[in-house]
């Protein structure tokens, strides 16, 4: 029986392991999925020699059953739907719209807040690895998939500990690569995979990425 992560520290150490290829090259740029996906990702990075950056997405939660996406949003007006859970659900577009409207301010406020005034670093032409905490119904990473693609990425890699398997499949046909460490069978929860899955805050997340930018001018 695979044994679970002690945090996603433990899950992004473990996760450099596989991603060894990509060491010490220059084109090659670690982007972490806010939140939970940057303390995995400043693990990459730091393992990799590589830079790190943020990507801001965000679930769009069903009504009443906010943890079930119907789809997700990322930045530049990127919008990802799941049209099965919306027609199963019964959900109109006033209310994909009001969750959409409620969103798109979290997801500016953490902009504004991880950035702190940097530019994003440039995607055209390198080596993305975008890593989150896992994958369970895909919706953020998709969004993930379609911001990067409009940015031209030379290769475009999906590095994450763990994952619904049919959900990797799907996204593996999207990208370059896909790196997921641990595949069960029986996928209820990313957070059933950790012994510690406490909540990123958004301090950690200004932490990690100044402490990479830090390393990564030393």
Known sequence: MVEKFKDRADAGQQLASRLQAYADRPEVLVLGLARGGVPVAFEVAVALRARLDVLV???LGVPGFE??????????????LNHPIIQ???????MIDCAVAHELRELERREHTYRA?????????????????????GATMEAAIVTLGQKQPGRLIIAVPVGAPSVCEALSARVD???????????????SWYQNFAQTTDAQVCELLAQATYLSRG
């Open 57 to 59: 997405v965000r679930k």
């Open 117 to 137: 005034g940097r530019t994003p670093l440039t995607v055209a032409g390198q080596t993305v690895i975008v890593v989150d905490d896992g994958l369970a119904t």
């Open 88 to 94: 199963s659900r019964r959900i109109t577009n006033e």
């Open 177 to 191: 690569e896909t790196v997921c460490l641990v595949r069960p069978k029986s996928f209820e929860a990313v957070g």
């Open 67 to 80: 943890e079930l996406a119907m789809g997700a949003l990322g930045p530049d007006g990127v919008r990802v």
